[in-house]
């Protein structure tokens, strides 16, 4: 099926490495991807290996010399550039997305669509990096705050955004000033060569040094590894919550700096108020969206006794209707799971919600034969369970809904929290005070909290990024910039003598 792989000039197998205007062949293990959507085999990556790592910074920390000497508004031209390059490439991108990791074709063309959106706030951003001028209490003297780029932000992404989460790291640590080594997903190796070989073309088209953003592909040790890296200052690590303990710790060690954006077992509540014609469709798109595949897809749903039995009947019905198949095929709802670890990880989840007590009202299907030869297709969940079951209070990524009643709002609350990731919320009601007291300081616990919107769906404009064990690391809009710099506070005298603060007397 390399034809998918014909608009990016990436039908070279052997491509794992690539920085310095050049790319070389790994000298670690051969990688075979084959797509989850028919199994068929996509193409062969050589993964890089420690040395080759090694040789990546080396090259990274010299763009760095070059790229933060560029003001910000030049360095936002170039993400301009890759911004427009992007729109000119999303249509082939995003089946490339689709048709790597599974997701539905207008989820492909969205995410790369963030891509766009991200590099267009970052081009804005690059002239409002703002410092801050204090008054002193010495006279004469001028108190500032200022900004400056850190070196090299290694990235870790994920499968499920095999790209945009890389281009949320990225665009905003460029325009920062900083260089990029990316390591994405050894499961979605292509799309992420793929960016990387556009923004090669634009870097060399500028004259700039491609180290300014390089990858690196290969599994958990060149992640360990480049984490590790004393060359490296910041890490940024899209995964699961037991993946980002390591990623901290390895960190941690050499006191640096790291966003960490992990696991979520998000919640809705709705409420006896709730408008259900705006929850259902939420509900929906949130569960089974990419195959339940999203850091922020909705795994518990938390009822008012009084529309529990409705909204469940309405929902049962609404899961029978979803068209499953071929991701690329517009008129299918969801696609497949990544790979068969994720269906092994689906059937063990629902047996263990049973074996708690938990009640399937639809679902619990693997689907087999033609279409669905890779045998990564799953039928989407939905489990009446109780609180008190441990596998509620677990992330397992697949579209597996749990269902909750409720009597008053401080036990919704008390269910909603109590769970240890904190990543996205949401509740549906049209009482002021509900939604009030859900966003207020005793309400949701959560990084993103939604009122009468679904968990799943962030825009690029807010910071990204949750409480709890999903890390507390913030990525993309708002201030997160602030991450990919560091501050230095800065006085000057201009006066014809030399106070000491506090009023401290030194006389010699």
Partial sequence: MSNYLDPFKLSTPHLGVSSGLQAWEGSADLLSISSPVDDAMIGEVKCASIDDLEKVIATAEQAFLTWRTMPAPQRGEIVRQFGDELRKHKKDLG??????????????????????????????????????????????????????????????????????????????AWICGNVCIWKPSEKTPFTALACQDIMRKVLKSNDLPEGISSIVVGGREIGQALAGSPSVALISATGSTRMGKSVAETVARKLGKSILELGGNNAIIVTENADLNHAIPAIVFGAVGTAGQRCTTTRRLI????????????????????????????????????????????????????????????????????????????????????PKMEIVKHETFAPIL???????????????????????????????????????YAGSDCGIANVNVGTSGAEIGGAFGGEKETGGGRESGSDAWKAYMRRQTCTINYSDELPLAQGIEFNL
């Fill in 95 to 172: 089946v490339l997305v689709s048709y790597e990791m599974g997701k539905s074709l207008q989820e492909g063309w969205g995410e790369v669509q963030e891509m766009i959106d991200i590099c267009d706030f970052a081009v804005g951003l690059s002239r409002q990096l703002y410092g801050l001028q204090m008054h002193s209490e010495r006279p004469g003297h001028r108190m500032m705050e200022q900004w400056h780029p850190l070196g090299i932000v290694g990235i870790i992404s994920a499968f499920n955004f095999p790209v945009a989460v890389w281009a949320w790291n990225s665009s905003i």
């Fill in 303 to 386: 009822v008012h006794e009084s529309q529990y039995d409705s909204l469940v009947d309405k929902l049962t019905h609404a899961f029978s209707q979803l068209k499953i198949g071929d991701p690329l095929d517009q008129d299918n709802h969801v696609g497949p799971l990544i790979d068969r670890d994720a269906v092994d990880g689906y059937l063990d989840t629902i047996a263990k919600a049973i074996d708690q007590g938990g009640k399937v009202r639809c679902g619990n299907e693997v689907l087999s034969g033609p279409p669905y030869q890779s045998g990564c297709y799953v039928r989407p969940t939905i489990i009446e369970a109780s």
């Fill in 402 to 440: 749990y269902v909750m009643k409720y009597q008053g709002m401080d036990e919704a609350m008390r269910i909603h929290n109590n769970v240890p990731q904190g990543l996205s919320s949401a509740i549906f009601t049209l009482n002021m005070r509900e939604a009030e007291n859900f966003l207020s």
